[in-house]
């Protein structure tokens, strides 16, 4: 099927113009789209524009705050507490990782942790902003519970995603971000919406049993750690997910495990938990750069097994759809995705439409 596509500019528009109808005020629906927007520049569809609806009917509901500004509740010269007021998850997110990036810059490392907050997109958008400032920059949130973990049947942990930004020599950098889970939930969601079955090892049934059905993943099962199963080293993956909560909702004294609200269901705020980490490598051996250039290189110039196939880094991948679009000049989105958020526009009043009179082949 064809695709639509549409320039960053739109998109960001269009998501704001969203935002703002259900009473959004209008910088915080500025941060939301350029998370959601920068999510699918980056190739990570499921974490954009697919999401804009979920933010929609939160506001929309009351159950997330259209007014106020998070606000610090501990602080030292290195850490913080913060509370986000129920506001936006990027609102929230934004903000720490601003204050830790301050704090890296005063005394070497800033960890915000912060509660009272709401699902912010990609991970990797904070973790990225301590590039900026030639810093290492870490992210990680809790989320509704999604992930069965090993052994188990029930939903418990949720994709629970770790980022991390290095920078090296001439605007290079090793970018890690990734769900705890084999997959993000919006990806078994795109295939569910498209009629394709899952790859094995994304998810469960209701009875724990790996299945390619995404239907049946989304209704009564649930993801997976990464690994798959425990003979393949999921419980690797249910460890991690468990080492993000300890850094969310167990610090920040958030909502943690299944005790965070179900994923969709809007009957109590979300309260989530969320870590930003700032590190300024000054404060450590000189060279860090020098040395972050060399091992990226190790990896990219070794010897691939496959000749067609080179080895990447973290965040090369990224970087390879970032300029796709670029040089495409927009976003390709699936059709089918564009259509159900002009439906969820015309909802609530809101036009201009996204475009799609602009069609490129798969």
């Known amino acids: 099927m064809s695709r639509c596509l549409i320039s960053k500019p739109e998109v960001q528009g269009f998501i704001e113009r969203c935002m703002v109808a259900v009473g959004t005020q209008p910088h915080h629906a500025r941060s939301l789209a350029e998370v959601l927007v920068e999510g699918d520049h980056r190739g990570h569809y499921s974490h954009g524009l697919n999401r804009m609806d979920m933010y929609v009917k939160d506001v929309q509901?009351?159950?997330?705050?259209?007014?106020?500004?998070?606000?610090?509740?501990?602080?030292s010269a290195a850490t913080a507490l913060v509370d986000g007021?129920?506001?936006?998850?990027?609102?929230?997110?934004?903000?720490?990782?601003?204050?830790?990036?301050?704090?890296?810059?005063?005394?070497?490392?800033?960890?915000?942790?912060?509660r009272g907050s709401n699902h912010y997109g990609i991970a990797g958008y904070y973790a990225l902003q301590a590039l900026k400032e030639n810093m290492i920059g870490m992210s990680f949130t809790n989320t509704s519970p999604l992930v069965v973990p090993t052994r188990g049947k029930e939903c418990t942990l949720g994709t629970n995603p770790i980022s991390v930004a290095a920078p090296a020599n001439d605007g290079d950098s090793f970018v890690l971000d990734m769900a705890t889970s084999a997959v993000a939930l919006g990806?078994?969601?795109?295939?569910?919406?498209?009629?394709?079955?899952?790859?094995?090892?994304?998810?469960?049934?209701?009875?724990?049993?790996?299945s390619t059905d995404p239907k049946k993943v989304l209704s009564g099962g649930g993801l997976v750690p990464i690994g798959g199963d425990e003979a393949t080293g999921g419980y690797k993956?249910?460890?991690?997910?468990?080492?993000?909560?300890?850094?969310?909702?167990?610090?920040?004294?958030?909502?943690?495990?299944?005790?965070v609200?179900?994923?969709?269901?809007?009957?109590?705020?979300?309260?989530?938990?969320?870590?930003?980490?700032?590190?300024?490598?000054?404060?450590?051996?000189?060279?860090?750069?020098?040395?972050?250039s060399d091992l990226l290189s190790i990896h990219r110039g070794m010897e691939p097994a496959d000749p067609n196939v080179p080895v990447l880094t973290a965040g090369d991948p990224e970087r390879m759809n970032v300029k796709r679009c670029d040089d495409m000049g927009g976003i390709p989105y699936h059709m089918n995705v564009v259509n159900y958020m002009n439906d969820c526009?015309?909802?609530?009043?809101?036009?201009?439409?996204?475009?799609?009179?602009n069609l490129i082949s798969n």
């Open 187 to 210: 990806k078994v969601e795109l295939y569910e919406r498209r009629g394709d079955p899952i790859p094995e090892g994304w998810g469960c049934d209701a009875n724990g049993k790996l």
């Open 61 to 75: 509901s009351g159950i997330c705050a259209k007014d106020g500004e998070p606000v610090v509740e501990k602080e």
């Open 261 to 292: 609200r179900t994923w969709k269901v809007t009957d109590r705020i979300a309260n989530l938990g969320q870590c930003f980490v700032a590190i300024n490598p000054e404060n450590f051996a000189p060279g860090f750069s020098d040395r972050m």
């Open 345 to 357: 526009a015309k909802n609530i009043g809101v036009s201009p439409l996204l475009p799609c009179d």
């Open 85 to 114: 007021k129920n506001l936006l998850g990027p609102v929230v997110g934004n903000f720490c990782m601003n204050l830790a990036i301050k704090k890296a810059k005063e005394v070497g490392i800033g960890w915000v942790v912060a």
């Open 237 to 259: 993956g249910y460890g991690l997910g468990m080492m993000v909560e300890v850094f969310c909702g167990i610090l920040a004294g958030a909502q943690y495990s299944n005790h």
